[in-house]
């Protein structure tokens, strides 16, 4: 038995929610620095038996709960305006991702021309958009990066 198991059980025994057993007692007994703990854990459960107890306001329960419910919303409310805020920036960076990709790959001029892609065939089609893999690549990032979002928040609601 050590002092650090005696003393953890020190606060109940002195509120009389436990009662020391045999091997706590014998440690209480045989060990000075524990048992002036527990006298003086006695002595401060006695202080705190003697004061008066305030009642409760009226209305304290319906007034607290109240107040937890009001703050419970407004997280609420700072969640979904993160969120869509959050959903705003990932929408313009994939829409500017697309447009980026439309100026630099040519694509624009490819669905202009489409005749002249298919004549060219597809090795052409892939020659061109060989150079912008990376940008597919990031906009393929940024719609799941909105996608995986979205899900959280469903995630989050249906809880
Ligand atoms: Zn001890």
């Known amino acids: 038995m ?10 109940a025994i002195a509120g009389g929610e436990l009662t020391a057993d045999g091997r706590i007692a014998a440690h209480l007994a045989s060990c000075a620095n524990c048992a002036a703990a527990l006298e003086s854990a006695r002595a401060l459960e006695t202080m705190l038996r003697g004061r ?19 703050a419970r919303w407004r ?16 929408v313009l960076a994939v829409i500017g991702g697309i447009w980026m990709l439309l100026n630099r790959s040519g694509l624009a001029a ?13 090795v052409t089609f892939a020659r061109r958009i060989a150079p912008s893999l990376p940008l597919y ?9 909105a996608l995986g979002i979205w899900w959280w928040a469903e995630r989050d609601v249906t809880l």
């Open 137 to 145: 690549a990031g906009a393929a990032g940024l719609l799941a990066t």
């Open 75 to 90: 997280s609420e409310q700072f969640l979904d305006a993160g969120f869509n805020v959050a959903i705003g920036v990932v």
């Open 52 to 70: 008066p107890v305030p009642a409760a306001p009226a209305q304290f329960t319906i007034r607290t709960l109240g107040r937890v419910r009001r």
């Open 110 to 122: 490819v669905s202009n021309d489409a005749v002249d892609l298919f004549g060219n065939g597809l």
């Open 2 to 11: 050590f002092c650090d198991e005696a003393l953890d059980s020190l606060e």
